[in-house]
């Protein structure tokens, strides 16, 4: 599988070569991205400095923000991924010292505000991140190609296989989801 390389990646992934091809070149948003894909999706990588770094100080939450902004924009139905090379205790344990006044509760109040406020998927990998990406970037390369079920698809037939398995959104109320309606009309009880 093409996998683009953002030229700004100082340490890439070491992808398994049986598995990944490497491209380098620009990557519009984030860091690796599947080649040809047509929504330039790609998934961002951080150590667990550069996440640290990109979430404590005013500017760097600001560029965060604005990528992130920026991701949303190209990705209208995708995911938002960090892979955070890392784990939760490398956060918790990291050495602060160089960033006054701030600590691991203020990164993962940080990380919280991403997921929650920005729907945002950080995964922490810790020394598995390259394999991690790889399943990610595989699992887009089978839709923009088709390869789940043999036949290549449209634009339009990928934007739909984003949905629900059964093609379909899922339905929400102000108690949550809602419940499946049968053919009669009639609401199909939760088994107890």
């Not at 770094?53 to 604005?66: I, V, Y």
């Not at 934007?159 to 009639?186: C, H, I, K, Q």
Request: hydrophobic letters at 35%.
């Amino acid at each position: 599988m093409p996998v683009v390389i953002d030229t700004r990646e100082q340490t890439p992934f070491r992808f398994d070569k049986d598995q990944v091809t490497p491209i380098h070149s620009t990557v519009p948003v984030f860091d690796y991205a599947v080649c040809f894909d047509p929504c330039s999706w790609a998934i961002e990588r951080k150590s667990v400095a550069d996440l640290v770094g990109s979430l404590c100080t005013k500017d760097g939450w600001r560029r965060e923000m604005a990528k992130i902004d920026k991701a949303r924009d190209r990705f209208i139905g995708l995911p938002l991924i960090y892979i955070v090379e890392g784990t939760v205790n490398d956060v918790l344990f990291y050495n602060y010292e160089q960033h006054e006044k701030v600590t691991a509760q203020f990164v993962f109040m940080r990380i919280s505000q991403m997921i929650y406020r920005h729907n945002v998927h950080v995964i922490f990998a810790g020394s598995h991140a390259a394999d991690f990406a790889t399943l990610l970037l595989k699992r887009r390369h089978e839709d923009i190609t088709g390869l789940e079920s043999g036949v290549r698809r449209t634009r339009k037939e990928n934007e739909l296989a984003t949905n629900d398995e059964d093609g379909s959104d899922p339905v929400y109320s102000e108690e949550g989801f809602r419940p499946e309606e049968t053919d009669s009309g009639m609401v199909r009880q939760p088994e107890t």
